[in-house]
C-alpha cells in the first residue's frame, strides 16, 4: 500500500511537472513565433478606477479594434474592386461606386496581447518563477508596441513607441483625444497604426493627417455597405453619396496626384449625380501612366457623363438663374428703400462658370451660376445703378476706391437687413466662401470672405491667389498707375480705407445713421474727388443732418480718424 502511494505521488508530480515543461516550451515559441505585433498592458495615469485593470482592458480593446478595422476594410475594398469590375462603364442614377487602391490593401497587423504568466517555483530554495515574465518579455521586446495614456478631465493624451510596426525608426505616437473614451482611446490608435502602415508602402497615405485618414476608412466601409443596398434593393443612394463626397473631395482636391484617390473621389460624384465634379476628376486620372481603367474604357466613361452634364445643365441653369434673380430682387427692395428710389430689378444674365467674376456692365449685371450660394456677390453688383444715379464718378485712383467701397458699404447694409442685424452683431465681411470660389475648391467649411471692412487686409492669406492687400489706413495708400494691369490705380485695393472708416462710424452711431450719412453724401461728390475730400464732404454731410456737435458727427469724425483722414 506504501509502494502505491509513492508511485501515485511520483506519478502525480511528474506529470505536473511535464505539464509545466510543455507550457514553458510552447509559451517560448509563442513568444518568439507568435503574431506580428505584442501589445503590452497600457501604462494609465490619471483617470478613475484600477489603473492596471484599466491598462490590460484598453491594450485588449486595442487589439480588438485593429482586428476589427483589418475585417471591415478587407471586406470593403474587395467588394468595391468587384463591384468596379461589374460596372465600370455604367454611369447615372442609382450607378454603383467604384472601389480605391486597386488591390485590395490591408495592414497585415496581427497582434496579440503581451500576459506575463507568474508561477511561484523555487529551485534548491531560490524563486525563479519571476525570470519566467522577464524571458517572456526579452524574446518579444522587438515586437512590442508600448503605449501610456494620461487622463486629464474629459480629455486625454496618448503616447507610444511604434518602432515595432517596422517602418525603421520612426516618429513616437502622440495624439489629444478630446471628450476620450476607452473606445475612442482604442479607435484612435488603431487607426494611427494602419495609417503608418500603409503610408509605408503607399507615400501618399502619409499625407494625409490622422483626421482624415479616419474620414477616409469611414467612406471606405461606408460606400461598401451603400453599394451593397443599392445593388440588393436597386434604391438611388444619391443623398448618402453626397454626404460622403462632402468628407472625401477635400481630399483629393489637396492631393491631385493620387490617382486611386481621384478615381475614388469620382466614383462618389458620379453616385451623387454631379456629373461635372465627377468628369473633372475622371479627367485628371486620363493622363496617368497607371489609370484605375484602360484608356479605352475611361474614354467611354468620359463621353457618357458628357452627355448628362449637358442635359443637367439647362435645368441647373434654370435653378441659379431663379436663385440670383431673388438676390437681385432682394437687394434692389432694400436699397430703394435706403435711396427712396424706385428702380427697377437691375437685369440678370448667366455667364461661363470658367469666368471667375461678376459685374455690371452699364445695363445689366453678368454673373456664374456657380455664385448663386455667395449672395454678396449679387448685392454687390445690384449697388452700382443706385450708385451712379446720384454721382458720375472717374473708376481710377482714390475716386475708384471710394466707389468700390460704396459697393460694399451698400452690400453690408443689405445684408444687415437681410439678416435683421445691428453693427455690433454683424459680420462686417463682403462674399464669405469666395475664395473657395475663385481657387475652385468649394467646401462648405471654407468661408473666407473676399474682403473685411472691419479689418482690411486679413480677408484670406491663399497659397494659390495670395494675401489679401486692402491697406486699412491712409498712410498705407497703394500707389500705382491707373492702367487695367495696376487695379485702375488700386480700386480694389485702396478701398478698404473707406470701408474701414464706414465700419468705425457704424460702430459708434450705428449702421443705419453711417449708411443715412453715406448716401446723402453721394449727391455732393465731385469729378476726381479724393480720399481726404470725400472724408471731408461726409463729414459736412453729417453736421447737416445731425447738428455739428451731434454724436453722429462725432461718430463720423471718430471713424475717419481711424483710418488717418480728417
Same mark, same amino acid.
Given at each position: 500500500?506504501?509502494?502505491?502511494?509513492?508511485?501515485?505521488?511520483?506519478?502525480?508530480?511528474?506529470?505536473?511537472?511535464?505539464?509545466?515543461?510543455?507550457?514553458?516550451?510552447?509559451?517560448?515559441?509563442?513568444?518568439? #513565433?507568435?503574431?506580428?505585433? =505584442?501589445?503590452?498592458?497600457?501604462?494609465?495615469? %490619471?483617470?478613475?478606477?484600477?489603473?492596471?485593470?484599466?491598462?490590460?482592458?484598453?491594450? @485588449?480593446?486595442?487589439?480588438?479594434?485593429?482586428?476589427?478595422?483589418?475585417?471591415?476594410?478587407?471586406?470593403?475594398?474587395?467588394?468595391?474592386?468587384?463591384?468596379?469590375?461589374?460596372?465600370?462603364?455604367?454611369?447615372?442614377?442609382?450607378?454603383?461606386?467604384?472601389?480605391?487602391?486597386?488591390?485590395?490593401?490591408?495592414? =497585415?497587423?496581427?497582434?496579440?496581447?503581451?500576459?506575463? +504568466?507568474?508561477?511561484?517555483?523555487?529551485?534548491?530554495?531560490? *524563486? =525563479?518563477?519571476?525570470?519566467?515574465?522577464?524571458?517572456?518579455?526579452?524574446?518579444?521586446?522587438?515586437?512590442?508596441?508600448?503605449?501610456?495614456?494620461?487622463?486629464?478631465?474629459?480629455?486625454?493624451?496618448?503616447?507610444?513607441?511604434?518602432?515595432?510596426?517596422?517602418?525603421?525608426?520612426?516618429?513616437?505616437?502622440?495624439?489629444?483625444?478630446?471628450?476620450?473614451?476607452?473606445?475612442?482611446?482604442?479607435?484612435?490608435?488603431?487607426?494611427?497604426?494602419?495609417?503608418? @502602415?500603409?503610408?509605408?508602402?503607399?507615400?501618399?497615405? %502619409?499625407?494625409?493627417?490622422?483626421?482624415?485618414?479616419?474620414?477616409? =476608412?469611414?467612406?471606405?466601409?461606408?460606400?461598401?455597405?451603400?453599394?451593397?443596398?443599392?445593388?440588393?434593393?436597386?434604391?438611388?443612394?444619391?443623398?448618402?453619396?453626397?454626404?460622403?463626397?462632402?468628407?472625401?473631395?477635400?481630399?483629393?482636391?489637396?492631393?491631385?496626384?493620387?490617382?486611386?484617390?481621384?478615381?475614388?473621389?469620382?466614383?462618389?460624384?458620379?453616385?451623387?449625380?454631379?456629373?461635372?465634379?465627377?468628369?473633372?476628376?475622371?479627367?485628371?486620372?486620363?493622363?496617368?501612366?497607371?489609370?484605375? &481603367?484602360?484608356?479605352?474604357?475611361?474614354?467611354?466613361?468620359? #463621353?457618357?457623363?458628357?452627355?448628362?452634364?449637358?442635359?443637367?445643365?439647362?435645368?441647373?441653369?434654370?435653378?441659379? &438663374?431663379?436663385?440670383?434673380?431673388?438676390?437681385?430682387?432682394?437687394?434692389?427692395?432694400?436699397?430703394?428703400?435706403?435711396?427712396?428710389?424706385?428702380?427697377?430689378?437691375?437685369?440678370?444674365?448667366?455667364?461661363?462658370? *470658367?469666368?471667375?467674376?461678376?459685374?455690371?456692365?452699364?445695363?445689366?449685371?453678368?454673373?456664374?451660376?456657380?455664385?448663386?450660394?455667395?449672395?454678396?456677390?449679387?448685392?454687390?453688383?445690384?449697388?452700382?445703378?443706385?450708385?451712379? +444715379?446720384?454721382?458720375?464718378?472717374?473708376?481710377? %485712383?482714390?475716386?475708384?476706391?471710394?466707389?468700390?467701397?460704396?459697393?460694399?458699404?451698400?452690400?453690408?447694409?443689405?445684408?444687415?437687413?437681410?439678416?435683421?442685424?445691428?453693427?455690433?452683431?454683424?459680420?462686417?465681411?463682403?462674399?464669405?466662401?469666395?475664395?473657395?470660389?475663385?481657387?475652385?475648391?468649394?467646401?462648405?467649411?471654407?468661408?473666407?470672405?473676399?474682403?473685411?471692412?472691419?479689418?482690411?487686409?486679413?480677408?484670406?492669406?491663399?497659397?494659390?491667389?495670395?494675401? *489679401? &492687400?486692402?491697406?486699412?489706413?491712409?498712410?498705407?495708400?497703394?500707389?500705382?498707375?491707373?492702367?487695367?494691369?495696376?487695379?485702375?490705380?488700386?480700386?480694389?485695393?485702396?478701398? %478698404?480705407?473707406?470701408?474701414?472708416?464706414?465700419?468705425?462710424?457704424?460702430?459708434?452711431?450705428?449702421?443705419?445713421?453711417?449708411?443715412?450719412?453715406?448716401?446723402? #453724401?453721394?449727391?455732393?461728390?465731385?469729378?476726381?474727388?479724393?480720399?481726404?475730400?470725400?472724408?471731408?464732404?461726409?463729414?459736412?454731410?453729417?453736421?447737416?443732418?445731425?447738428?455739428?456737435?451731434?454724436?453722429?458727427?462725432?461718430?463720423?469724425?471718430?471713424?475717419?480718424?481711424?483710418?488717418?483722414?480728417?
Amino acid at each position: 500500500m506504501e509502494i502505491a502511494a509513492k508511485i501515485a505521488i511520483y506519478l502525480t508530480v511528474g506529470i505536473a511537472l511535464l505539464a509545466c515543461n510543455i507550457w514553458f516550451v510552447s509559451a517560448a515559441i509563442q513568444s518568439i #513565433s507568435g503574431g506580428d505585433l =505584442v501589445v503590452a498592458p497600457v501604462k494609465v495615469v %490619471g483617470g478613475t478606477g484600477d489603473a492596471s485593470l484599466a491598462g490590460e482592458t484598453l491594450a @485588449r480593446l486595442i487589439i480588438a479594434r485593429l482586428q476589427s478595422l483589418e475585417w471591415d476594410l478587407r471586406q470593403s475594398q474587395s467588394s468595391l474592386k468587384m463591384e468596379r469590375q461589374e460596372v465600370a462603364i455604367t454611369v447615372g442614377p442609382r450607378g454603383v461606386t467604384a472601389g480605391i487602391l486597386g488591390t485590395p490593401k490591408t495592414a =497585415v497587423l496581427n497582434a496579440q496581447l503581451f500576459e506575463p +504568466t507568474n508561477i511561484d517555483v523555487k529551485v534548491a530554495g531560490v *524563486d =525563479v518563477g519571476g525570470l519566467l515574465p522577464r524571458i517572456q518579455r526579452w524574446f518579444v521586446q522587438d515586437r512590442t508596441l508600448t503605449f501610456a495614456v494620461s487622463w486629464e478631465g474629459k480629455s486625454a493624451i496618448l503616447a507610444g513607441n511604434i518602432d515595432a510596426l517596422g517602418l525603421g525608426r520612426t516618429k513616437p505616437l502622440w495624439m489629444s483625444i478630446e471628450n476620450a473614451t476607452a473606445n475612442s482611446i482604442a479607435d484612435a490608435v488603431a487607426l494611427a497604426l494602419i495609417h503608418r @502602415r500603409w503610408a509605408k508602402d503607399s507615400p501618399e497615405f %502619409g499625407e494625409l493627417e490622422d483626421e482624415e485618414f479616419g474620414k477616409l =476608412v469611414s467612406s471606405i466601409n461606408e460606400i461598401a455597405r451603400i453599394n451593397r443596398r443599392v445593388i440588393t434593393y436597386n434604391v438611388a443612394a444619391k443623398a448618402d453619396f453626397e454626404r460622403i463626397f462632402a468628407s472625401v473631395s477635400p481630399l483629393a482636391d489637396r492631393i491631385v496626384g493620387w490617382n486611386e484617390l481621384t478615381y475614388f473621389a469620382a466614383s462618389i460624384a458620379e453616385g451623387a449625380e454631379n456629373y461635372e465634379r465627377a468628369l473633372s476628376f475622371y479627367r485628371r486620372i486620363q493622363p496617368s501612366q497607371k489609370p484605375q &481603367l484602360d484608356a479605352q474604357a475611361l474614354a467611354k466613361k468620359i #463621353s457618357a457623363l458628357e452627355l448628362l452634364a449637358t442635359k443637367a445643365a439647362p435645368e441647373k441653369s434654370q435653378l441659379a &438663374l431663379r436663385k440670383l434673380r431673388q438676390h437681385v430682387a432682394d437687394a434692389a427692395r432694400i436699397l430703394n428703400d435706403l435711396f427712396k428710389a424706385s428702380l427697377p430689378d437691375p437685369a440678370i444674365e448667366l455667364i461661363s462658370d *470658367d469666368m471667375l467674376n461678376a459685374y455690371w456692365d452699364g445695363k445689366k449685371i453678368n454673373v456664374p451660376p456657380s455664385v448663386q450660394d455667395i449672395p454678396d456677390v449679387v448685392y454687390h453688383e445690384v449697388a452700382w445703378p443706385f450708385i451712379q +444715379t446720384l454721382w458720375s464718378f472717374k473708376y481710377s %485712383g482714390q475716386e475708384g476706391a471710394l466707389a468700390q467701397s460704396y459697393t460694399d458699404v451698400l452690400t453690408s447694409l443689405v445684408k444687415q437687413k437681410m439678416r435683421n442685424q445691428t453693427a455690433q452683431n454683424a459680420d462686417w465681411v463682403i462674399a464669405p466662401g469666395a475664395i473657395a470660389w475663385i481657387t475652385g475648391k468649394a467646401s462648405a467649411t471654407d468661408t473666407r470672405p473676399l474682403r473685411s471692412l472691419k479689418a482690411p487686409g486679413t480677408a484670406y492669406d491663399d497659397p494659390k491667389i495670395g494675401k *489679401d &492687400l486692402q491697406p486699412d489706413h491712409f498712410s498705407k495708400l497703394v500707389k500705382s498707375t491707373a492702367s487695367a494691369a495696376d487695379d485702375f490705380g488700386g480700386i480694389h485695393i485702396n478701398s %478698404g480705407i473707406p470701408n474701414r472708416a464706414f465700419y468705425e462710424t457704424a460702430i459708434r452711431i450705428g449702421s443705419d445713421n453711417a449708411g443715412k450719412i453715406w448716401i446723402s #453724401s453721394l449727391r455732393q461728390f465731385k469729378p476726381s474727388v479724393d480720399l481726404r475730400t470725400a472724408s471731408k464732404t461726409i463729414l459736412d454731410t453729417a453736421v447737416k443732418l445731425y447738428g455739428e456737435e451731434s454724436t453722429e458727427v462725432k461718430g463720423v469724425r471718430a471713424g475717419w480718424n481711424a483710418v488717418g483722414l480728417l
